[in-house]
């Protein structure tokens, strides 16, 4: 037992040499990303193995029947278990749900958080939501037994979006009613581009000073547009929400609507009064959309709460379009917030900001923030007309 370990230790360590070289080839010349990612795949191929041969070597340390562990047996398991978190390969373990049950520190890196806070999570919550669909409807076929799957997708959970080539292995263990699968990230083959956001940069977006002047720059610059509605004495110029959105919209999001209850009867009578973002089709598509049908922002308007998604988990959270598409899929949504504009009288409507998954998703901090907006444009709204 003890020179196979030594022999499977070894070559995990060439492995993760071998790895090490392809990934500072690729980053040297990139336009020979090709041939890169063939080896790559190849290593992926290989790394699987070395996990089945892993393992049978558990399997061979556990005892045929119930009975007192042999002192050897605790220290093979957490050498297997090193081993499997220290692969240079990203791998994810998940259960037939689809939930991790493992992650190696490679994947958890490249999923940007550790791994003990990624266990038990459904994996697809860190797939870009543009992707999600394909990705469960792989892992289903993966499941049945139709082979071993390999498609391209985009992770886009660490505040920006990221292209990766997935590997989908089912695996069926003695000691598991239900079969697992063995998932390995690489990167794309070929160099693709997959559509939505272009990925970003983090560093900017991470940057405590950068951020801490932009939220100062919103709020300085919102205080000016509310203050010229209010005007002397209270008679200053209606309220421009068009321009409250398009203000947000400019340094803070990429999508803003603005959802106003002019009359007293709920989240059923408000109106999509402004929408903020790029022109086309999915911002006429916001447009017409009923804020008080959708659950964001229906329940801010309801409950008055301001609700914070820094990962989005329900693409159906802003209703869909006529075709039956989720409106935060058609965005490219990966993090959002909603806060109630709240009035001397209550709630009269609500803030909503959208942000793609190529940027840094929303914080505790900017939802502060957007509730004090929230709260100005709310005060500054002129009175519910009489109904």
Same mark, same amino acid.
């Given at each position: 037992? &003890?020179?196979?370990?030594?022999?499977?230790?070894?070559?995990?360590?060439? !492995?993760?040499?071998?790895?090490?070289?392809?990934?500072?080839?690729? &980053?040297?010349?990139?336009?020979?990303?090709? +041939?890169? @990612?063939?080896?790559?795949?190849? #290593? =992926?191929?290989?790394?699987?193995? =070395?996990?089945?041969? @892993?393992?049978?070597?558990?399997?061979?340390?556990?005892?045929?029947?119930?009975?007192?562990?042999?002192?050897?047996?605790?220290?093979?398991?957490?050498? =297997?278990?090193?081993?499997? $978190?220290? !692969?240079?390969?990203?791998?994810?373990?998940?259960?037939?749900?689809?939930?991790?049950?493992?992650?190696?520190?490679?994947?958890?890196?490249?999923?940007?958080?550790?791994?003990?806070?990624?266990?038990?999570?459904?994996?697809?919550?860190?797939?870009?939501?543009?992707?999600? @669909?394909?990705?469960?409807?792989?892992?289903? +076929?993966?499941?049945? *037994?139709?082979?071993?799957? &390999?498609?391209?997708?985009?992770?886009?959970?660490?505040?920006?979006?990221?292209?990766?080539?997935?590997?989908?292995?089912?695996?069926?263990?003695?000691?598991?009613?239900?079969?697992?699968?063995?998932?390995?990230?690489?990167?794309?083959?070929?160099? $693709?581009?997959?559509?939505?956001?272009?990925?970003?940069?983090?560093?900017?977006?991470?940057?405590?000073?950068?951020?801490?002047?932009?939220?100062?720059?919103?709020?300085?610059?919102?205080?000016?547009?509310?203050?010229?509605?209010?005007?002397?004495?209270?008679?200053? #110029?209606? =309220?421009?929400?068009?321009?409250? @959105?398009?203000?947000?919209?400019? &340094?803070? $999001?990429?999508?803003?609507?603005?959802?106003?209850?002019?009359?007293?009867?709920?989240?059923?009578?408000?109106?999509?009064?402004?929408?903020?973002?790029? +022109?086309? #089709?999915?911002?006429?598509?916001?447009?017409?959309?009923?804020?008080?049908?959708?659950?964001?922002?229906?329940?801010?308007?309801?409950?008055?709460?301001?609700?914070?998604?820094?990962?989005?988990?329900?693409?159906?959270?802003?209703?869909?379009?006529?075709?039956?598409?989720?409106? !935060?899929?058609?965005? *490219?949504?990966?993090?959002?917030?909603?806060?109630?504009?709240?009035?001397?009288?209550?709630?009269?409507?609500?803030?909503?900001?959208?942000?793609? +998954?190529?940027?840094?998703?929303?914080?505790? $901090?900017?939802?502060?923030?957007?509730? #004090?907006?929230?709260?100005?444009?709310?005060?500054?709204?002129?009175?519910?007309?009489?109904?």
């Amino acid at each position: 037992m &003890s020179d196979n370990l030594a022999g499977l230790r070894r070559e995990i360590t060439a !492995l993760g040499e071998r790895v090490e070289a392809l990934g500072s080839t690729h &980053s040297m010349y990139p336009d020979d990303a090709r +041939s890169t @990612a063939e080896a790559a795949l190849a #290593e =992926l191929e290989y790394a699987e193995r =070395l996990l089945g041969r @892993a393992d049978e070597l558990l399997e061979r340390s556990r005892p045929e029947r119930p009975g007192p562990r042999r002192p050897g047996d605790d220290g093979d398991r957490t050498l =297997l278990r090193a081993m499997f $978190a220290e !692969l240079s390969v990203p791998v994810v373990l998940l259960d037939h749900d689809g939930h991790i049950r493992r992650i190696n520190n490679a994947g958890a890196a490249r999923l940007g958080s550790a791994p003990g806070y990624l266990t038990g999570k459904p994996f697809a919550h860190f797939v870009d939501l543009r992707k999600r @669909a394909a990705l469960r409807s792989w892992l289903a +076929s993966v499941l049945r *037994g139709d082979g071993t799957a &390999s498609l391209e997708s985009r992770t886009a959970q660490r505040g920006w979006a990221e292209d990766v080539h997935l590997t989908l292995t089912r695996l069926e263990l003695p000691t598991e009613a239900h079969p697992l699968v063995l998932v390995a990230m690489s990167p794309p083959v070929g160099g $693709a581009e997959e559509e939505g956001p272009a990925p970003l940069e983090p560093e900017v977006e991470d940057q405590v000073v950068v951020l801490a002047a932009r939220r100062l720059d919103v709020l300085t610059r919102m205080t000016r547009l509310l203050l010229r509605s209010a005007g002397p004495g209270g008679r200053g #110029e209606p =309220l421009p929400l068009a321009d409250v @959105a398009e203000l947000l919209a400019d &340094s803070y $999001a990429d999508w803003v609507l603005v959802d106003v209850c002019d009359l007293p009867q709920g989240p059923r009578a408000a109106r999509r009064a402004a929408v903020a973002g790029p +022109s086309g #089709e999915p911002r006429r598509e916001m447009e017409q959309a009923d804020p008080g049908a959708s659950a964001i922002p229906g329940d801010v308007l309801k409950g008055g709460k301001s609700l914070l998604f820094p990962l989005i988990e329900d693409a159906d959270g802003l209703g869909r379009t006529a075709s039956g598409a989720p409106l !935060l899929t058609l965005l *490219g949504a990966g993090s959002l917030l909603s806060v109630p504009l709240r009035g001397t009288r209550g709630v009269r409507g609500a803030l909503t900001l959208i942000r793609r +998954s190529n940027r840094s998703s929303f914080r505790l $901090a900017d939802l502060g923030l957007i509730e #004090e907006i929230g709260e100005h444009v709310g005060l500054a709204l002129p009175p519910r007309p009489s109904s």
